[in-house]
Antibody
Framework: EVQVVESGGGLVQPGGSLRLSCVTS????????MSWVRQAPGKGLEWVAN????????YYVDSVKGRFTISRDNAKNSLYLQMGSLRADDTAVYYC??????WGQGTLVTVSS | DIQMTQSPSSLTASIGDRVNITCRAS??????LGWYQQKPGQAPKRLIY???SLQSGVPSRFSGSGSGTEFTLTISSLQPEDFATYYC????????FGQGTKLEIK
C-alpha cells in the first residue's frame, strides 16, 4: 500500500521559517521526480517545486524562488521543503506528490501575525 | 512558462449526463498531461495520465483525449460521486495546473 504523509505545517509569523517533511512508502521513491503543490484556502492548485530522482535538478515557481528549498533523502524515502521569508500569501495546504500520481493528505501552513 | 487554460470554470449537469472538460496549453506539451479530481477536504486524485491512460482503479466512464495543445476529459455517464472539482496538470515544462472546473449537480 502506498503511503505519503506530510508533516511540519503550522502557524508562523510573517518573515518566519518552516520545514515541511514528507515520508513515503509503497512505491519506488528513489526512481520518481517529486513535487510540492499547494492550495490556498478556497483556491486552485499551484505547483511549488520539483526535484529530480537523484536531487541533481530542482525547479521552483517564480513566487518562491530564493525563499524555498526542496530536497530529498532517498535512503529515508523522504522529501522536504524548507520555507523562509514566509508571507501571508504562502498560506495554504501543502501537498507532497510523485510523478506517478501519489499524493499525501497535505499539511496546512498559516502565515499570520 | 506554459499556461493551461481550462474550461468551463463551472458546470452544472445531471446524473447520467455526458460531460466534457477541456484544457488548452499555451504551447505544445505532447501528451504530458494528467487529469485530477478533488473533493472538498480531500487531496487530489489522479484519474488520467499521459493524456489518455486510465489510472488503475478509476472507473471506465472517465476518459481522456488529445495531444499537443488541446486536451479533453470526458465523463460518459455522470454518477453522484463524480460531483467534484477537476484539474488538468501539464508536466512537459515544469508543472502547471488549469484553473479547475467545478462540476455541480443540476
Amino acid at each position: 500500500e502506498v503511503q505519503v504523509v506530510e508533516s511540519g505545517g503550522g502557524l508562523v509569523q510573517p518573515g518566519g521559517s518552516l520545514r515541511l517533511s514528507c515520508v513515503t512508502s509503497g512505491f519506488s521513491f528513489s526512481s520518481d521526480w517529486m513535487s510540492w503543490v499547494r492550495q490556498a484556502p478556497g483556491k486552485g492548485l499551484e505547483w511549488v517545486a520539483n526535484i529530480r530522482e537523484d536531487g541533481s535538478a530542482k525547479y521552483y515557481v517564480d513566487s518562491v524562488k530564493g525563499r524555498f528549498t526542496i530536497s530529498r533523502d532517498n535512503a529515508k524515502n523522504s522529501l522536504y521543503l524548507q520555507m523562509g521569508s514566509l508571507r501571508a500569501d504562502d498560506t495554504a495546504v501543502y501537498y507532497c506528490t510523485s510523478v506517478d500520481g501519489y499524493w499525501g493528505q497535505g499539511t496546512l501552513v498559516t502565515v499570520s501575525s | 512558462d506554459i499556461q493551461m487554460t481550462q474550461s468551463p470554470s463551472s458546470l452544472t449537469a445531471s446524473i447520467g449526463d455526458r460531460v466534457n472538460i477541456t484544457c488548452r496549453a499555451s504551447q505544445g506539451i505532447r501528451k504530458e498531461l494528467g487529469w485530477y479530481q478533488q473533493k472538498p477536504g480531500q487531496a487530489p486524485k489522479r484519474l488520467i495520465y499521459a493524456a489518455s491512460s486510465l489510472q488503475s482503479g478509476v472507473p471506465s466512464r472517465f476518459s481522456g483525449s488529445g495531444s499537443g495543445t488541446e486536451f479533453t476529459l470526458t465523463i460518459s455517464s455522470l454518477q453522484p460521486e463524480d460531483f467534484a472539482t477537476y484539474y488538468c496538470l501539464q508536466h512537459n515544462n515544469y508543472f502547471s495546473f488549469g484553473q479547475g472546473t467545478k462540476l455541480e449537480i443540476k
